[in-house]
């Protein structure tokens, strides 16, 4: 076993108070080899190389967007079981795996071993375990990255507040095979797990290991608009509003003529023309769960 950690997560915060975790972690009889990112893509390379060297079970200490890095590593590598020390900002992925937030109950979840596989979501040429975020989600997690001051939902309801003011909606073309949509898009979230940003359950009925991944399309809206759809984002509510689809699919493609912000698990990117397919990537990840799950 290793452990990555990730000391800018949290908005830095981590590598600040990483000795003293660290010895939490030690006091609860967790204490395997470390090894500290440097950069962004870091925890990406120091997992594949884990891997090749024969571990078998390699723990993210950071938040979505670290895991996700390590997740990259590990299938690129071959594969070897994942565990999760939470503690980022939104920590979205341990809630869909059912693990505890609190860090010692996280840590003795990694040590009693209890594993299920879950599904990956494949985009492009890379794998993302919990949420993408297309569009105005994209562009507010840009901002989010800024505001880490506080953290979770605060933190995305904060960066909300002025880019919902400055975001212009792309047009696009979007099908799955049964559905199709062309048009205006503010949000398009592609999702293996229930909530994103630190708590929004955007695809309520969402779950990692059914063999399907579940999306919820925004078409086109004015800023008046845009506040009610957060509320509801919040709420859980948001396919349920007027111009919302809730999509279950195995493959889905995006086209587009512009370049589109988007984040995967926290990591901010973009989707560039022409687009890009999201496909399910069944049972391609053994993960450490609680055996409570939650």
Known sequence: MIAIVNPAAAGGRLGKNWPRLHRRLQDAGFDPPLAFT??????????ADAVRRGETLVVAAGGDGTI?????????????????????????AARTLGLPLRLEAAAQAILDGHTRTVDLILAGDRVVLNAIGIGLLGAINVNAASIKLVRGIAAYLGAAAGTLFRYRCPEIALTDGAFSYR????????HNGVTTGGGFPLTPAAVPDDGALD???????????????LVAGVRGTLSKRPGS????????ELETDVSIPCHFDGNPSSIEPPGMAFSVLPRAQTVIT???RG
Do not use: K, W, Y
Not at 215 to 229: K, N, Q, W
Not at 245 to 252: A, Q, S, W, Y
């Open 215 to 229: 999306a919820c399309l925004v078409e086109g809206t004015r800023v008046p608009a845009r506040l009610s759809r």
């Open 245 to 252: 689809h809730e999509l279950r699919f195995t493959r889905l």
């Open 183 to 190: 048009g205006a898009m503010t949000i398009l979230a592609v």
């Open 68 to 92: 996700c890095e390590v997740v990259q590593g590990l299938h690129d590598a071959g594969g070897a079981t994942l565990g999760i020390l939470p503690l980022g900002t939104g920590n979205d």
């Open 290 to 292: 609680s055996v409570t």
């Open 38 to 47: 440097e950069a962004p893509g870091h925890a990406t390379v120091l997992a």
